[in-house]
């Protein structure tokens, strides 16, 4: 039986013929009677496999010495007279069923991570401590509201922090919402985590009545009670997860090109929060028997200042649904009480001044 | 394995110490690398299964299964190279480099409540503050981790049984990367060779095999000519490109009947539709480019590896390689586009084609004297490639 053999202490390699006793390998020369090295087989170990290695290199324990055997009938017969040796010639494994089941494992792995992704996040999310995500929230804010001015009218902050809590609490929301009005535009508000709501105020002198405010507001609290902004964190999270897991996290190409892959993803949850935040603000509205119509007319008067509709225009890039789609499903009649007393909507025009 | 190969600079007048003997003996041969590409795939897509079923923390042992593969697929003068590395070291590695990014988050954190008492300065605020105070560590700290794996990667790798390794302090090849990176980016690149040769300096001559170090002799005024034409050749090659598209682009529209000022109303006034295709045809025209110029790097980067390669040696042993710019093309274009096309699943087969090519151009003129060489004392790092896994891109 021929190896190559390295004596652990020098790069000299020696050509060798070995023999195996009961408890022992002896390493010669070829033709030399002179043993080189006896191994005892209890402390013969196989480095690596044959899976992996093409040839597992011998070692002694304790020792940096190696014994290679590259012929295979070789290292057959050393196995077959010791079997502790057998990762030294493993049963080579046919490629096409291995590559076959792991891919299907793949395919497996990936819808059920998605799954986790899509919809455990909508169990998992309202576990997460709220003293979190009130500090997250806390934090985004203040880095939003650094350079801004923020009104500080007391008399329409309490009215629209006071129709705020009353919606959601209509929804069986237990925590305290806080609304935040910022001076100024654009036309817009929206909400961060820790039932944190910001509205710019353009959006409040802009609106016709008092009825779009309290549209809007209830469509904020829809996302409050829905737990959207936290989710949403957690939806991009676990998707930029898996596209670095399935990248195997080695190319900045494929990360780049899994952001973009995310950010699409990211959109087209943006949108089923949206119209599910549309539908809970105007039940929201209709169940306290307040006016509902708010959200649709302010979505049409939105719709008269830009008709092109850049949500529609934009399609799968768009956070939000196309306008005209959120009329539809919003449209209600003009009945109900108003929102807002008329003290209460004057206090919130003047919340800047 | 006898062959004729490519002509050796230095091998008339080979430098050695006064003294040391020189072995005339230059037969050449080449690295084998008798790997499968099915199997390497084998083994790559049961990493990416056990990545989904462990969130990732499984890398490490993937990583380290992929190597094992390789290095011993791969032989130089007939003896195999072992990979003796763990994943556990990896996984050690990982989470200390998790550490040092967790212990500066604190810094920045009581830098966020005592010095900017938790006021954003305009719309910086700590999230600003914490992401760029990282990029801002993140860049010397890449170049850390490339030489501290290097190093990791070495001092678990074996010929002969013996022990490779790498000597030299990675803060201070850190240090010095950063500084030639800033200084050359400061001089519109113009000191690229500096950088080149001045980089590669310390990761050959720390090198060693045992006992056995590596020597370099190259020189940044060596390759400064072919540096000089290839920048020059560069501008000139984006110049034309972009006039050969601007005058293409100005044609297309004129018979397509669109004059310039509704060209130009395009962009006072622009959808968001109109911003989306823009940005495509930029990337699109930006990747037409590439592709178009890339050769004239390819043309570099072959050039300079071979001076590099040439100007190695080991002891008694020299090296050579002559990579034309069209292999280059091959190794950094289409690699590229190989992973990129494939969404990553073809990496393996970009390992397997590098491996090859490795085999095929890297020539080795004699052999070293085994007796010569002996196992070194030093066992290495006990863990590694954290700060690489964090700050870097790290291939296998």
């Not at chain 1, 957690?234 to 190319?251: E, M, N, P």
């Not at chain 2, 981790?145 to 049984?161: D, E, I, M, P, V």
């Not at chain 2, 000191?191 to 720390?206: E, G, M, Q, Y």
């Not at chain 2, 090296?319 to 590229?336: E, H, K, P, R």
Request: net charge neutral.
């Amino acid at each position: 039986m021929a190896a190559r053999y390295y004596d652990g202490v020098t790069a000299d390699v020696q050509e060798v013929t070995l023999k195996i006793t009961s408890h022992e390998l002896l390493i010669h020369r070829p033709a030399e009677s002179d043993v080189l090295a006896r191994w005892p087989v209890a402390d013969m170990v196989v480095l690596g496999d044959s899976h992996h290695e093409a040839v597992p290199p011998l070692a002694l324990r304790g020792s940096d010495a190696r014994l290679v055997v590259e012929d295979p009938v070789w290292r057959s017969q050393l196995v077959s007279l010791v079997p502790a040796l057998k990762p030294l010639a493993l049963e080579p494994l046919k490629v096409a069923p291995r590559l076959g089941a792991y891919s299907l494992a793949i395919v497996a792995l990936v819808g059920l991570f998605w799954s986790a992704v899509e919809y455990g996040t909508e169990y998992a999310v309202p576990l997460l401590p709220y003293t979190l995500q009130a500090k997250l929230g806390e934090t985004v804010l203040d880095e939003l509201l650094a350079d801004k001015e923020t009104c500080q009218g007391r008399a329409g902050l309490a009215a629209i922090n006071r129709l705020a809590n009353d919606l959601a609490k209509e929804a069986g929301y237990k925590h305290e919402v806080t609304v935040h009005i910022v001076e100024g535009g654009p036309v817009n508000a929206f909400t961060l985590p820790g039932s944190i709501l910001v509205f710019y105020s353009d959006l409040i002198t802009q609106a016709k009545d008092s009825s779009q405010v309290a549209g809007v507001l209830a469509h904020e609290i829809g996302h409050v009670v829905h737990d959207h902004p936290i989710k949403g964190v957690a939806r991009a999270y676990g998707i930029d997860l898996l596209f670095k897991v399935l990248t195997g996290g080695y190319s900045d190409i494929l990360s780049t090109f899994g952001t973009g892959g995310g950010a699409l993803l990211a959109m087209r949850n943006g949108r089923a929060f949206e119209r599910e935040a549309d539908a809970t603000g105007v039940r929201l509205l209709e169940q306290r028997g307040l006016r509902a119509d708010g959200v649709s007319t302010f979505f049409e008067q939105m719709l008269q200042k830009e008709p092109s509709d850049a949500a529609s225009a934009a399609g799968i890039w768009s956070s939000h649904p196309p306008t005209r789609e959120r009329i539809e499903a919003t449209k209600r009649p003009a009945t109900g009480r108003p929102a807002f007393s008329a003290a209460e909507w004057q206090a919130l025009r003047n919340v800047c001044k | 394995m006898q062959a004729a190969g490519p002509t050796l600079a230095g091998t008339s007048s080979p430098t050695s110490a006064p003294g040391t003997p020189w072995s005339a003996d230059l037969t050449p041969s080449r690295p084998v690398y008798d790997g499968r590409l099915g199997e390497i795939y084998a083994i790559y897509l049961r990493h990416l299964a056990l990545m989904l079923v462990t969130l990732g923390w499984s890398r490490f042992w993937g990583r380290t299964r992929i190597r094992r593969y390789v290095w011993n697929h791969l032989s130089v003068l007939g003896d195999r190279f072992e990979y003796r590395g763990r994943g556990i070291e990896l996984m050690i590695g990982f989470v200390l480099a998790l550490l040092v990014v967790a212990a500066w988050s604190g810094l920045m954190y009581l830098v966020w409540l005592y010095v900017l008492h938790e006021k954003p300065f305009a719309s910086f605020g700590l999230f600003d503050l914490f992401s760029l105070s990282v990029v801002l560590i993140g860049f010397p700290l890449a170049y850390v981790g490339h030489y501290a794996g290097l190093r990791y990667k070495l001092s678990r790798t074996r010929w002969r049984g013996i022990r490779c390794g790498m000597a030299g302090s990675a803060w201070g090849y850190g240090a010095t990367a950063t500084f030639l990176h800033f200084a050359n980016a400061m001089t519109a690149y113009l000191l690229t060779p500096v950088v080149s040769v001045n980089l590669a300096r310390p990761r050959i001559v720390n090198t060693r095999v045992g006992t056995q170090g590596f020597a370099f002799a190259g020189r940044a005024g060596d390759i400064y000519g072919r540096y000089l034409g290839y920048y020059f050749l560069n501008i000139l090659a984006w110049v034309a490109a972009a006039v050969a598209t601007f005058m293409a682009v100005g044609g297309t529209l004129e018979t397509l009947g669109v004059s310039s000022d509704d060209f130009l109303k395009l962009f006072a006034h622009p959808s968001l539709h109109t911003v989306v295709v823009l940005l495509l045809v930029a990337f699109g025209a930006y990747l037409l480019f590439g592709l178009l110029i890339l050769p004239l790097r390819c043309w570099w980067q072959a050039y300079l590896l071979r001076y590099l390669v040439t100007h190695s040696r080991a002891g008694n042993v020299l090296f050579a390689t002559a990579i034309s710019t069209w292999q280059m093309w091959g190794f950094l274009v289409l690699n590229y586009l190989i992973v990129l096309l494939t969404l990553g699943i073809g990496w393996p087969w970009v390992m397997h084609r590098t491996m090859k090519l490795i085999a095929g151009q890297l020539w080795i003129y004699g052999a070293p004297q085994g007796s010569e060489i002996r196992q070194p004392a030093d066992r290495g790092p006990g863990y590694g490639e954290g700060l690489l896994d964090l700050f870097d891109v790290s291939g296998i």
